[in-house]
């Protein structure tokens, strides 16, 4: 039985680049590439047309209009997993890439092998870039402070209420970037049950997402951070 494949949409705006991605892809019969295209303000209606389980964006020669494209892909297309490449990593774009819930943020010199295993991940609802968030205190640290301000939750810190000993199992496990799906494989118990906890944990850290349950759980300790 053949296994569908995972549709994927590649953004730069080098077109040797993309080539060089299309040919990493060869390597695999999981993924295929539908669509690429230089990073334009356009795009984005274009992804609601034909919408991908992936899309992968360069943020190299356009950092700002890249990462606004991703933030404008998960607006239009939520289910769309985003991966952001970048030649330079820091915390300052590790922050905007998080913002514009990216899944994953990679550097461009990873192996094609790593690329493609990044991508079945990010396709089965894995957020790997909280692996990098994991590492960076201080990018937890900010993203903590934005997401304090912008939903008015200065008191989460002292209302808080505390986990349970499962709940705090499962959120080191979103830390690590796992999806719902892996989580309950590993404490062998269901998908709806791991559901139920998620929901639960994100009530009582006065959180709206995942990424920002996590960032929070970091912040009071509750999740092992991971010093680079």
């Not at 549709?7 to 040797?16: D, E, H, R, Y």
Request: charged content about 25%.
């Amino acid at each position: 039985m053949s296994q569908e494949k995972i549709k994927t949409w590649l953004f730069s705006q080098q077109s040797l680049w993309r080539q060089g991605i299309r040919q990493a892809f060869l390597s695999t019969e999981d993924i295929e590439v539908i669509g690429e295209a230089e990073v334009t303000d356009k795009m984005s209606l274009t992804i609601e047309i034909m919408p991908p389980d992936v899309a992968i964006v360069d943020t190299d020669n356009a950092p700002d209009s890249s990462l606004s494209l991703a933030n404008r892909i998960k607006q239009v297309t939520p289910s769309t997993g985003v991966i952001v490449l970048t030649s330079n990593p820091d915390d300052a774009q590790l922050f905007k890439a998080l913002k514009a819930q990216a899944s994953a943020y990679l550097r461009k010199d990873i192996s094609g092998d790593e690329l493609c295993d990044m991508v079945k991940r990010v396709a089965h609802g894995e957020h790997p870039i909280n692996e990098s968030l994991n590492k960076r205190p201080k990018v937890a640290e900010q993203i903590l402070h934005q997401f304090n301000v912008l939903s008015r939750k200065q008191e989460v810190e002292t209302l808080i209420s505390p986990l349970t000993a499962r709940e705090t199992e499962i959120i080191n496990y979103m830390a690590q970037g796992y999806a719902n799906k892996q989580i309950a494989a590993k404490l062998n118990i269901s998908e709806q049950t791991i559901k139920n906890h998620v929901t639960s944990i994100l009530s009582k850290l006065g959180a709206n997402a995942r990424t920002e349950a996590v960032v929070i759980a970091i912040k009071r300790g509750l999740v092992s951070i991971k010093e680079e």
